[in-house]
């Protein structure tokens, strides 16, 4: 069998033994990889006492069968644990090297348990794992971090997952960073590792990946890259990188801004594509093996010298800058570099502050709760400074840490209709009433609030009534202010969304160009390993797995039926092409419910879980 590498690998930080077995056939077939190997190992071995931050608790990080071939974007991984921002299921993917590497050094799986009794990291090379002495490591910020592994290890080919001091501070939305800006950002990871003593982990891979039918290989290649090139969406993206998405949002009237206040930003030419790209862009960059190269290196240069980073992109841009009502750029980049090096989720960084701008305005917390500071929308120093205190826990910044659900218990009812989360994860950047799909994707998400789970860009891209129709049974699926339609939407790109995720490519040749169909993922996938997979086996592969990251929610929070922020079902946007929209969300989950085959509470039915040979909800 080809594309796996063959081993999981199990580290026991608390007594340093290091376990190998193979990567069972069963789990290959039910799982595929990456997101599917991560879920079904927490599933399997984190118990309901488990607490996130145990030293009982796992990490795992898995890489799928494409990892480290030439498909595109295929340098990809996904980390998990129960997660310390939400205690529900946990995941974070990232590109960058880092998953390629792995598979070079020969794993599949790492599954990470125990805490160290000292600051540690991994070193991986080949068939060598060992946990090393990272006490002169600790507190450093990730460049550093990652600059002297690579000179310990004598070897600049090494690639670095670490964490900040953040992470080491168990802020609760602490990220971990792989090649220096490549952030698997999500949930708190970070948080878990700095519990674990857990620094880094250095991988260098000196192996190869075997392809079962190799001229196969190639032709299955030959029409994906052939597909990527030739999408109408790929010239944008691989020229503007994400940032293009400010224009569409604020076009849609979707731009949060103001912790969601309003879907319009009044100065957005300070902070528009555009303006990034005419004064702070240098060039695009790329993840291992990605013809889309997305990515962006800016430059800022000011009084304190230059700054050199990878980003923003549309999301940091968004929840770090109109989010706190900050349209500089120059601050806003700044600001993203600091959380790269500091080892924080601009995501959840962004909604917390913004959450904060909001409960001052409204004088819900005064200078006596912020020690002092002035939380004014859009004051760029307080931004930069609240991100130095949330990294270090100090000041302000130790109740930030904890997130927007946390703050919103701590300051009580009167705050809780200004607390964007759900499931505890903060909301990400279109705003939902702009766009009904994402609303639905956010509430049934089984990380908590996020775009990526579903990614339901269908809505968002222009495609005709017809095509809705034709592909998901309704003429209003494009439509992003319409609810109907949403749930077959949803549910589908849920279920490709997984299997990407378990396969390890990025999303942006799935589901912002809609370039690689399930059917061409389904050639490349036998091609590499030898299988005979059809889409409709692998969409049901990503209907397990996220049925079996349902069962892990249920075990962990109960059966709660899926919600979303009172905001998006209560307050009108305000103005704006989308203006006066709320989200209707009950007809659309009962809609979703009712196609998953789960009853109304979400939890799945008894044939379901039989279809997908799962285990009884209720065990
Ligand atoms: S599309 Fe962008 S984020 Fe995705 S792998 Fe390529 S460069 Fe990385």
Redesign the pocket.
């Known amino acids: 069998m080809g594309g796996y590498a063959g081993t999981m690998a199990y580290i026991d930080l608390t007594s340093g033994v290091v376990t190998k077995k193979e990567t069972p056939p069963a789990l290959k077939e039910a799982f595929l990889g990456g997101r599917g190997f991560t879920s079904h190992t927490l599933l399997s071995q984190v118990g309901r006492q488990v607490a996130p931050l145990d030293p009982d608790a796992a990490v795992v990080i898995a890489v799928g069968p494409l990892a480290g071939t030439l498909s595109p974007?295929s340098g990809?991984f996904t980390v998990a644990a129960r997660s310390p921002l939400t205690g529900i299921l946990g995941d974070a993917n990232s590109?960058g090297h880092f998953g390629a590497e792995l598979k070079y050094a020969g794993y599949d799986t790492l599954c990470i348990t125990g805490r160290s009794d000292h600051p540690c990291y991994l070193c991986i090379e080949d068939d060598d794992i060992r946990v090393c002495d990272a006490s002169a490591l600790w507190g450093g910020a990730v460049r550093r971090t990652e600059a002297a592994i690579r000179e310990e290890m004598a070897d600049d080919d090494a690639h670095i997952l670490s964490i900040g001091p953040a992470g080491e501070r168990q802020v609760r939305y602490a990220a971990l960073v792989n090649d220096a800006h490549r952030a698997a950002a999500r949930c708190g990871i970070g948080a878990v590792f700095g519990a674990k003593r857990l620094k880094a982990i250095a991988v260098r891979g000196t192996g190869g990946v075997d392809i079962a039918r190799y001229d196969e290989f190639i032709e299955a290649l030959d029409t994906v890259y052939d597909a990527i090139y030739h999408d109408p969406v790929y010239p944008v993206l691989s020229e503007r990188g994400t940032p293009f998405l400010m224009d569409a949002a604020q076009a849609e009237g979707g731009l949060a801004t103001r912790n969601n206040r309003t879907g319009i930003c009044d100065r957005f030419d300070e902070i528009s594509e555009e303006a990034y790209r005419t004064g702070f862009k240098v060039r695009n960059f790329?993840?291992f093996s990605?013809p889309?190269?997305?990515?962006n290196i800016s430059v800022v240069r000011g009084a304190a010298g230059t700054q050199w980073g990878e980003g923003p992109e549309y999301e940091s841009l968004v929840c770090l800058g109109t989010k706190c009502g900050i349209t500089s750029l120059p601050a806003v980049i700044t600001a993203t570099n600091r959380c790269n090096e500091l080892g924080i989720d601009t995501i959840s960084c962004g909604d917390s502050i913004a959450f904060a701008m909001e409960l001052w305005e409204r004088g819900i917390i005064t200078p006596s709760d912020t020690g002092g500071m002035d939380l004014s929308w859009g004051d760029a120093d307080t931004l930069l400074a609240l991100i130095e205190q949330i990294a270090a826990r100090e000041g302000y910044g130790a109740v930030l840490a904890d997130g927007v659900a946390a703050m919103a218990r701590r300051y009580g009812p009167g705050a809780e209709r200004y607390a964007l989360h759900v499931k505890g994860m903060g909301v990400p950047a279109f705003d939902g009433r702009a766009a009904k799909g994402f609303a639905l994707g956010w509430a049934v998400s089984t990380r908590g609030a996020d775009h990526l789970r579903a990614l339901p860009n269908f809505e968002l891209l222009g495609f005709s009534s017809d095509e809705a129709r034709r592909r998901f049974g309704s003429p209003y699926a494009n439509d992003p202010y319409e609810e109907r339609g949403k749930a077959e939407l949803v549910v589908w790109h849920e279920n490709f969304s997984a299997v990407v995720d378990a396969a390890e490519m990025?999303k942006?040749e799935t589901f912002s160009t809609y370039a690689v169909t399930p059917e061409m993922l389904a050639s490349l996938l036998n091609a590499v390993v030898g299988s005979s997979r059809t889409a409709a086996s692998l969409l049901e592969v990503g209907e397990r797995i996220v049925t079996t990251e349902k069962l892990f929610n249920i075990r962990h929070a109960g059966p709660v039926r899926d919600a979303l922020p009172y905001r998006m079902l209560h307050d009108p946007l305000p103005e704006g092409p989308a203006r006066g929209n709320v989200v209707d969300l009950e007809p659309m989950l009962d809609a979703y419910y009712a196609l998953r085959g789960w009853d109304d509470r979400g939890v799945p039915g008894a044939s379901a879980l039989r279809r997908l040979g799962l285990p009884d909800a209720e065990e």
């Open positions: 974007s990809r590109g790329a993840c990605c889309i190269h997305c990515s990025c942006y």
